[in-house]
């Protein structure tokens, strides 16, 4: 009996053939490490690939809203191969460069997840616009309150800034993690 053959996508991201048990289902998670397709031919393998499996996810989630977990390692996070991603954001604001790579939102859209780098920061926040936990990968960031209260994060180190906070932000540059959650307006 012909075993199939199994394509898998490797972190490298290059197509690789494996053996893998005949009876073992397609999976169509994102971000997953590995992805086996089952089929005869290769070349079949990677139109399937292509043609079924992702458009499909992308229609799925047309707003940002994940299928399922998802995942950036860690590694990728700190050489900053994260922020070479189609799902990037380039930009600036106040004149100062960011990159924005989403993870996710909540389907109703009020909690926002991801990975953000930006070059140093110097802004002062009448309100602070959203609630938002920040871990800090890279950089240092230095929070004066209206009250004259200073507050330092740095590298490995998370913060928690509440909607509406008055005060000043002033960083290096920098690279975090992010939760924001802003409440939808009635």
């Known amino acids: 009996m012909d075993m199939p053959i199994h394509w898998r996508l490797g972190q490298d991201r290059v197509l690789k053939r494996g053996a893998a048990a005949p009876n073992r289902s397609l999976r169509t998670t994102m971000n997953t490490r590995h992805r086996a397709i089952p089929c005869g031919l290769p070349g ?24 399922g977990p998802v ?8 050489t900053g191969k994260a922020f070479k991603s189609p799902q990037v954001t380039a930009g600036a604001e106040n004149g100062v460069p960011f990159l924005d790579r989403p993870m996710g939102k909540s389907k109703d859209g009020t909690l926002e997840a991801g990975i953000y780098q930006s070059a140093a920061t110097h802004e002062s926040y009448e309100a602070y616009p959203s609630d938002e936990y920040m871990f800090f990968i890279t ?48």
């Open 44 to 67: 079949f393998g990677l139109a399937l690939l292509l043609l079924v499996l992702q458009p499909a996810a992308l229609a799925a989630e047309p707003t940002g809203v994940p299928a």
């Open 71 to 78: 995942k950036i390692p860690a590694t990728d996070v700190l």
């Open 139 to 186: 950089g240092h960031l230095t929070l004066t309150g209206a009250d004259g209260h200073v507050l330092e994060v740095g590298p490995q180190e998370g913060v928690f800034i509440p909607r509406g906070w008055k005060g000043r932000w002033d960083s290096t540059a920098y690279r975090k993690y992010y939760v924001v959650y802003t409440p939808a307006e009635h």
